[in-house]
């Protein structure tokens, strides 16, 4: 009986010491358990919602917005007699314990004004820079978030000589411009260049083809650690009256632009350089003059930020195919469209590369963006599959395409994230390497 009062004491303090461990690890296995199945859920989302898409119906999402989990440790100890018949009066320890969990979900659908911001707003061209930095197959990201690529026609260039500047290479006017149209930097462009838009759509063939050629190049030129891409800069100027600066003034206005003072005319002119849109090129950006940027800025709408500049110059990788354009990204309702219509409506199909376009790695040139397998039964060797409209929706991760459609994937999932919030501009030169 004394050897029992004097192990009761250290028998609580193992309860207890047992219960203070067993709180981490409980921790940890619901964080894990919840994190992975907040993922797979986001991911079966996205599944579900392409086989929505491919029998036109509404697409809709919920997002998990928090995760509150309570747990309950409890410790319990006590005696019993001993069976031990009417002789001996010997006690016998009782310990016991539990652990509970009540977790409570918030769960919100994505309706209203964030549906229109989230799903049917086209990708800033920031965004797409950020996905660069990732280091994602230049051709599948393009292949995925582009809506359309615009060429300029390069044949049949001239020379005008203009005084005090290089010359330029330009088409012959094409159309002419009043006074008025001759103001806008966009019309003056498409005076002098021929612009074609070339869509990326399987039932457009001439549009689909090109299209495909285009990003094939550009992931050429990837492969060989060739490809840059950085916002634009370019160089903006205004001259203003002396009399109108006073000397406050004019010691603000040198905090943030470089200022010229003009004599004879009595004038200052202020300029500074200024972050423009995303330019992918296969030469370093940094060699551009002011006046090829500003070129270069007018390819596109100013007011459209999802453009993105590219300029492929003859003396550089790829150089033999030369090309100059932008691509219109979408938004990510329109990726699901794509991508469901790929199914049945709009089928993929392969498309050779340019003669003039180097060698792609490992000949990397699948004909989906993201093979999806669609079957009437059960998908088996998959991690993620999903049932919906009577049939079984699976991403393909067997074959030879199969590293392809993970990242394909992987870089859809990204992007349904990337619609949460903008992304803002970073001035950072890349190299884009796979």
């Excluded at 004491?9 to 981490?24: A, G, K, Q, R």
């Excluded at 840059?228 to 010691?251: C, D, H, K, N």
């Excluded at 003396?315 to 030369?322: D, M, Q």
């Excluded at 394909?408 to 349904?416: D, K």
């Amino acid at each position: 009986m004394k050897q029992l009062i004097y192990r009761l004491p250290l028998c609580v303090l193992l309860i207890f010491t047992l219960s203070s461990c067993l709180s981490p690890i409980t921790l940890n296995r619901a964080v894990m358990a919840y994190d992975e199945a907040v993922v797979n859920a986001d991911a079966k989302q996205l599944l579900v919602n392409i086989a929505r898409a491919r029998h036109h119906q509404p697409l809709h999402f919920t997002r998990v917005s928090a995760i509150a989990a309570t747990f309950d440790f409890r410790a319990n100890a006590g005696a019993t007699p001993a069976l031990t018949g009417n002789q001996g009066g010997m006690l016998v320890p009782i310990f016991g314990g539990s652990v509970s969990e009540n977790p409570t979900f918030s769960i919100d659908p994505i309706a209203g004004e964030e549906f229109t911001q989230r799903l049917l707003t086209p990708f800033s061209q920031h965004k797409l820079t950020l996905l660069l930095r990732q280091h994602f197959d230049v051709d599948l990201m393009l292949r995925m978030l582009v809506q359309e690529v615009t060429l300029q026609n390069s044949e049949q260039p001239i020379t005008l000589n203009t005084e005090g500047r290089d010359s330029h290479r330009r088409f012959p006017p094409a159309i002419q411009l009043t006074e008025e149209q001759e103001q806008h930097p966009r019309l003056r462009q498409q005076r002098y260049f021929q612009e074609i838009t070339y869509y990326n759509s399987p039932s457009d063939s001439d549009g689909y083809e090109m299209f495909r050629r285009v990003v094939l190049h550009l992931s050429a030129i990837q492969d060989q650690k060739q490809l840059y891409a950085e916002p634009l800069t370019f160089e903006r100027s205004w001259t203003i009256p002396a009399s109108a600066v006073s000397a406050e003034g004019f010691q603000s206005l040198q905090k943030e632009f470089t200022v010229r003072y003009n004599q004879e005319e009595g004038t200052y002119t202020l300029s500074k350089q200024v972050l423009g849109p995303v330019l992918i090129t296969n030469y370093d950006p940094d060699t551009l003059r002011f006046d090829e940027a500003e070129d270069l800025y007018d390819l596109i709408n100013p007011g459209m930020d999802n453009d993105v500049i590219f300029d492929i110059r003859p003396g550089y990788i790829g150089g033999e195919w030369p090309l100059r354009g932008f691509f219109r990204l979408r938004s990510f309702h329109a990726i699901l469209n794509f991508l469901s219509h790929s199914l049945e409506e709009e089928p993929e199909y392969h498309v050779e590369k340019d003669p003039r376009t180097p060698p792609v790695a490992r000949d990397e040139n699948p004909i989906n963006t993201m093979k999806i397998f669609v079957s009437n039964k059960p998908i088996t060797n998959t991690e993620l599959s999903v049932r919906s409209h009577g049939q079984y929706y699976a991403i393909n991760t067997e074959g030879p395409d199969a590293h392809w459609n993970q990242n394909a994937f992987q870089l859809l999932y990204i992007l349904f994230q990337l619609t949460v919030t903008d992304a803002k501009s970073v001035a950072l030169p890349i190299t884009i390497a796979k």
